[in-house]
């Protein structure tokens, strides 16, 4: 059976795009480990009805694309961060997490330097940084829950919504910047506040 282009809502013609489009994994697959008739799957894939919320629930779970997430809370002042994986040694998980915040830090930068040469911000330019700034903000996330990880079970904060993070910001309120007219004006600066 040929599949026609998802021609419903934005959020299946993504779905669409995942499985179809980029074959991350087959839709009779998918619709069975979702608990779904491929009929009725297929149809929302295509767009003909419209996924109902637990149905998205079970899809993000198997299909773990990020992308599904981040179409969900747009607008929102949300950010889909993966729950990290229990890890047998935290420090190690705690390191590549702050490096790989390090590196979307730093991409960001690289290309805030560009677009600040370029004199303007276009579309593509805009979702490229947002793209890095996303994954920054994870990285932030699975750097803090590396941090918890590392401390014993016994001394953790309790995560309560009347209380602060566990692990508080200890970044202060920003400083008026200095001129900065390229990247190279960065180095040997003191970019701590």
Same mark, same amino acid.
């Given at each position: 059976m040929?599949l026609?282009p &998802?021609r419903?809502?934005?959020?299946?013609?993504?779905?669409?795009?995942?499985?179809?489009?980029?074959?991350?994994r087959?839709?009779?697959?998918v619709?069975?480990?979702? /608990?779904?008739?491929y009929?009725?799957f297929?149809?929302r894939?295509i /767009?003909?009805?419209h996924?109902?919320a637990e149905?998205?629930?079970?899809?993000? &779970?198997?299909?773990?694309?990020?992308? #599904?997430?981040?179409?969900?809370?747009?607008?929102t002042?949300?950010?889909?961060?993966?729950?990290?994986?229990?890890s047998?040694?935290?420090?190690?998980?705690?390191?590549?997490?702050?490096v790989?915040?390090?590196?979307?830090?730093?991409?960001?930068?690289?290309h805030? /330097?560009?677009?600040?040469?370029?004199?303007?911000?276009?579309?593509?330019?805009?979702?490229?940084?947002s793209?890095?700034?996303?994954?920054a903000?994870?990285?932030?996330?699975n #750097?803090?829950? /590396?941090?918890?990880?590392?401390m014993?079970?016994?001394?953790?904060p309790?995560?309560?919504?009347?209380r602060?993070?566990?692990?508080?910001?200890t970044?202060?309120?920003?400083q008026?910047?200095?001129?900065?007219?390229?990247p190279?004006? #960065?180095?040997?600066?003191? #970019?701590?506040?």
């Open positions: 040929q026609r &998802a419903g809502d934005e959020f299946s013609r993504l779905v669409y795009r995942i499985l179809v489009t980029e074959k991350r087959a839709i009779r697959d619709a069975a480990a979702v /608990g779904m008739e009929a009725s297929h149809a894939v /767009g003909r009805t996924f109902k149905e998205v629930s079970r899809l993000i &779970a198997e299909v773990p694309d990020p992308r #599904l997430c981040d179409y969900l809370l747009s607008n002042a949300f950010v889909a961060v993966p729950r990290p994986m229990p047998r040694t935290p420090q190690q998980s705690t390191f590549q997490a702050a790989q915040l390090a590196t979307e830090s730093l991409a960001t930068i690289a805030i /330097g560009e677009t600040v040469l370029g004199g303007q911000l276009d579309t593509s330019g805009y979702e490229h940084l793209n890095h700034v996303r994954e903000e994870r990285a932030v996330s #750097l803090r829950a /590396g941090l918890l990880s590392m014993p079970r016994k001394s953790r309790e995560a309560r919504p009347d602060p993070d566990p692990v508080p910001s970044v202060a309120a920003p008026e910047p200095a001129a900065v007219t390229s190279a004006d #960065l180095i040997g600066q003191d #970019l701590s506040y």
